[in-house]
């Protein structure tokens, strides 16, 4: 019985640490002294053009925009794994429609877009490394809203 205790409470204790994010403003989470950093911000989940996916070290992931106003033609990419689960997206097909995505978020319901959102995540810049040059994306793993 304690070992179960004692397995519940690591395990609790590591889910913690990885929710846990450095809480960054929307307009400062692409500086180049965030790559490779956990990185929590706001902002709303945006297709704009199109949504492309693929499988990046084994996680099948699509690319949404984050803007920080959807009006706003600036974003950067939110990459969200596809499942089944909580913090997922249901699989798109080639034609989709933004209004029958499904995204979850940390708490299993669907996220609403027009509504905006708090991402957690592994920000990736290459800000630091050309500041003419620019790509930055954070692979999400909580989504709340």
Do not use: W
Not at 73 to 96: E, H, L, P, Y
Not at 121 to 137: E, I, M, Q, V, W
């Amino acid at each position: 019985m304690k070992i179960v205790i004692i397995g519940l409470v690591v395990g609790g204790m590591l889910t913690a640490c990885l929710s846990a994010g450095q809480p960054v403003e929307y307009a400062k989470a692409c500086d180049g002294g965030n790559d490779g950093r956990t990185i929590e911000t706001s902002g709303y989940l945006d297709v704009g053009f199109g949504l492309y996916c693929s499988n990046r070290a084994g996680r099948s992931e699509c690319g949404f925009q984050l803007k920080n106003d959807l009006r706003d033609k600036t974003a950067f990419t939110a990459d969200i794994a596809v499942g089944s689960g909580a913090n997922t997206m249901d699989k798109a097909g080639r034609q989709f429609e933004k209004a029958k995505l499904i995204v979850r978020g940390h708490d299993g319901n669907k996220i609403d877009f027009s509504r905006k959102v708090k991402v957690t995540g592994k920000l990736s810049t290459t800000k630091h490394l050309d500041p003419n040059s620019f790509a930055c994306f954070v692979q999400v793993y909580k989504i709340e809203q």
